[in-house]
């Protein structure tokens, strides 16, 4: 049947999709989510459908076409031909895995290319994530994932004996090492190129965090060059475009809360090695309410870790620490930042947690690399600080920038204790929600300010937190949930 094309001018995030009239895919014999195949004179494109009642502007006669449908198609004509496609090759596999199969390699491929053309709907897609999650991948599967999901991406490909490179799981509010163990790193002529996640369900990512300094965006020659001038750079890991089949398989998998370990892996490894990096430290936090809940758990995932980077030729330390509390004292992206430029500054308000965390770490990474230097010294030596500042330098920032000068929310709330005692718990999971409430990360000066932590002690009416909004509204929601997010015994 040919139909006149019209765009749409929304955004599915991904899956190409089109719509017809209800009467036009009555006679084609089609129903919504049914695939089609669309063609113009030069462009042939696979779709999902979805039907109009004719209500809402697609006539009979009409095909709609979302934005990354039309993108794809680009018709430089007025006129498409719509027929029924073929299921893609990856459900197949998709339903062995749900199964509880072991996939081979071509199933492999098959799933990551149709995650990489948008073939695949997101219903579909999450079912592939949930089969991962009660049949967990295994070494093999594994490593044909990595090995696909690296394939047609982007690499940063730089000619350096090391090339070292950090990572955390995530889970625990805050924890923003990265942007002291960077600058630390580079000033001791180490290289690390450090891509790092935006928010998703968090109040904050190092992306978002970064980005309060400085641009995080940059081309895979533009990375290259900041390097060579800096030895150190923290960007937004989407900035490298590794492949969409990743990128996809993450936005189903935080709104179903559901983290498989075996997609984890593959994602974080895949990330490191478009990167080039040549030794990795691995952040594992566990706690009550982080993403792993017992050291078990943790350890075997260290081991998963360990035995999938010597495959690809990564030096790899996996390190557990704990995860039972916000480390640090700002969570929110303005928040975070001010923190950093304390610690790097060497200000008294500065978080010592944080300070001591990234203190470790780096002093870990001195030692995986061979590295004769001492954290602690670059530190209090103010060359982490100089450092830092030549990278945002570097990345488009204003390298002046001071803590006075980052605006915070003008909507503020300061909870205060409801008893004296000592304080047993602060619930992360439950901070991190009250800091997107109050606007984190899109507002980036709303989010949370600890006053203090587990184990101070506080008498009646003392401040714990205070919540930051740039919106009276925002703050107002917050404050109603604020309550059971600190124990004090």
Known sequence: MDLKIKKINLSTG??????????????????????????????????????????????SGQIGLFEEAYKA??????????????????????????????LNKKEVISIINDLTSNKLSDIEVSYFVAACYNHDLSYKELTFLIQETVKDGNKIKIKKKILADKHCIGGVPNNRTTMLIVPILAAAGLNIAKTSSRAITSPSGTADTMEVLAKVKFSPNKIKNILKKTRGIIIWNETMEITGADTRLIKVRHPLRIDPKGLLIA???????????????IDLPVGKNAKLKTKKEANTLKKRFQKISKKFNIKTKVIITDGSQPIGNGIGPNLEAIDILYILKKDPRAPKDLEKKAIMMADKIFKLTKTKASAKKILNSGLAYKKMKEIIKAQKGKSNITPEKINLGKFTYNYRSPKKGKIKEINNIKISKLARLAGAP?????????????????????????????NKDKLEFAKKESKEIIKIK
Not at 34 to 59: H, Q
Not at 73 to 101: C, H, Q, V, Y
Not at 268 to 281: E, Q, W
């Open 442 to 470: 899109q507002n980036k000066g709303a989010g949370i300010y600890l006053h203090k932590k587990v184990n101070d002690k506080v008498k009646k009416g003392d401040i714990i937190f205070t919540i930051y909004a740039e």
């Open 14 to 59: 991904g899956p190409l999709v089109a719509t017809i009239n209800k009467k036009d895919a009555e006679s084609l014999g089609l129903f919504a989510l049914d695939r089609v195949n669309i063609k113009s004179k030069k462009r042939e494109i696979n779709a999902l459908l979805d039907i109009s009642n004719g209500t809402g502007g697609i006539k």
């Open 267 to 281: 994602s974080i490894l895949a990330k490191k090695i478009a990167a080039g990096s040549t030794h990795l430290l």
């Open 73 to 102: 198609l680009n018709p430089k004509e007025k006129i498409a031909k719509i027929t029924p496609s073929k299921t893609p090759k990856s459900i197949e596999a998709i339903r062995n895995k749900l199964d509880g199969k072991e």
